[in-house]
Each structure stands twice: as structure tokens, then as C-alpha cells.
């Protein structure tokens, strides 16, 4: 792995971080049992008006290119047995394909908003947000029958519960897919602040994360130390 394209690896107990392009590192890692990921969202990020104008999510979300959306082939069916992937509205007609043509089965589900921003932008209210989960033979879902539920309603993360990122997810989103994914090693390419890692640590997993913000991977660092620390042993 020395000529792998990175600038730091930070290694735990449960978990290895890695900073850098996720294009370029996520082959050479090798097999995971599970891609669990939030990518950047491929949807119109101008406009909002007056409320835009006084929240600085949306300029982060453009500053950061998580706008910009990603690179489907990046999620190798050959090289992980399953994978849960959020993505806006607007990629669905491109990344519902894609799955069903690499996975054996797939299922559409939904994080439902207890406080939605209270925006259209002439579009449908964000309500909610999407995730797919698409899996190979042997690594169905997971978990008790509310577990298997479709649909979870939690509340967006609000102040300093979005670790400074504009599209954080919160733990209850997490916790619940990780307890849907088969299989011991997780892996988020991108990784954000950490919060796919948190739930994995937290349910007894293994965690590969990658990132290429500085900022957002120093956070994902903190996040993961914490929660090693917090772990109860099985």
C-alpha cells in the first residue's frame, strides 16, 4: 500500500481512515462485506431565495463539490457483497440501473424528517432522503422485523450535531442501517465526519473509511477515537 495515493492513515482497534481520493484508493483496498456510503448528491444546489440566503449550507455544499455527484463504477459488486448508497432524487434514474444490473436484489428506502427545512425551491419539500440498498446472494438484510423496516423517522441534525458538515447524517439513520448490512468489514469511501464508522464501532464491526477533506477527516479521527472509547465490549 506505499504507493497508494493518500497523505495519512490512521489506524484504531476497529477501524483504518484514510485520506485521500476514494477513486483511487477503494480497488486497492480489497474485498469489503459492505459499501455503506453517502456520496455526493448530483441535484441543482442554486436558488432558495430569501432562506438561503441566511443559512450557509447550500455555498458549503457547492464549495465542497457534494453537488457534483459520483462515479457509480466506484461501487465494484466483485469487490464487496453488498452496498447502501444515499443519493438525491435526480440520480435515481441513473443509479437504480446501475445496482440492479451489479447486485442481486435491491431495495428502495427512505429516512423520513422529523424537521424538514421548511423550503421548495420549486421542487417537492424535502421530507425525506433516499437510500438504496442493494445486496449479492448470502448478505440480504439483516435485523428484527422493525428493523427491516423501509422507512425511518428521525430528526436532521441541527447545530453542533452536524460536526461542521452540510449533509451529516444522524446516529438513530446510522445506527439502523448498520444493523440491516451483513458481514463484519464496513467500509465508507466517502466518509464525511465519521458517522457510518461511529455506528459500525458502536455495533461491533470493522470500519474502513476514506476522505479527502482535511477538515472533515480530522473530525472523522475525533469521532472514531470517542467512540472506541465509548464501546462496550461484547
Not at 441566511?54 to 457547492?62: A, K, N, P, S
Not at 462515479?71 to 444515499?86: R, Y
Request: aromatic share 8%; proline share 7%; glycine share 8%.
Amino acid at each position: 500500500m506505499s504507493d497508494a495515493p493518500f497523505t495519512t492513515v490512521v489506524t484504531m482497534e476497529h477501524a483504518t481512515l484514510y485520506l485521500g481520493d476514494a477513486n483511487e484508493l477503494l480497488h486497492r483496498l480489497g474485498w469489503v462485506d459492505a459499501i455503506v456510503t453517502d456520496p455526493p448528491y448530483e441535484f441543482r444546489a442554486e436558488g432558495g431565495g430569501h432562506y438561503r440566503s441566511e443559512r450557509q449550507g447550500m455555498d458549503q455544499i457547492l464549495a465542497e463539490g457534494l453537488a457534483d455527484g459520483f462515479d457509480h463504477t466506484i461501487i465494484n459488486p466483485l469487490l464487496c457483497g453488498s452496498a447502501v448508497v444515499f443519493c438525491h432524487n435526480d440520480q435515481l434514474p441513473k443509479l437504480l440501473p446501475y445496482l440492479d444490473g451489479s447486485f442481486e436484489r435491491q431495495a428502495l428506502c427512505i429516512w423520513r424528517k422529523k424537521n424538514p427545512q421548511p423550503v421548495a425551491n420549486r421542487h417537492y419539500r424535502p421530507v425525506m432522503e433516499i437510500y438504496i440498498h442493494a445486496w449479492n446472494r448470502e448478505f440480504y438484510p439483516r435485523g428484527t422485523l422493525m428493523d427491516l423496516d423501509r422507512e425511518i423517522i428521525a430528526m436532521s441534525p441541527r447545530g453542533d450535531a452536524k460536526f461542521g458538515h452540510p449533509t451529516v447524517k444522524p446516529d438513530a439513520v446510522m445506527d439502523k442501517i448498520i444493523r440491516n448490512v451483513a458481514g463484519q468489514i464496513i467500509c465508507d469511501p466517502f466518509m464525511g465526519t465519521g458517522s457510518t464508522g461511529v455506528a459500525a464501532v458502536k455495533a461491533g464491526r470493522t470500519f474502513i473509511g476514506i476522505e479527502r477533506n482535511h477538515k472533515h477527516f480530522a473530525t472523522a479521527v475525533e469521532r472514531l477515537a470517542q467512540a472506541h472509547e465509548d464501546r462496550v465490549p461484547p
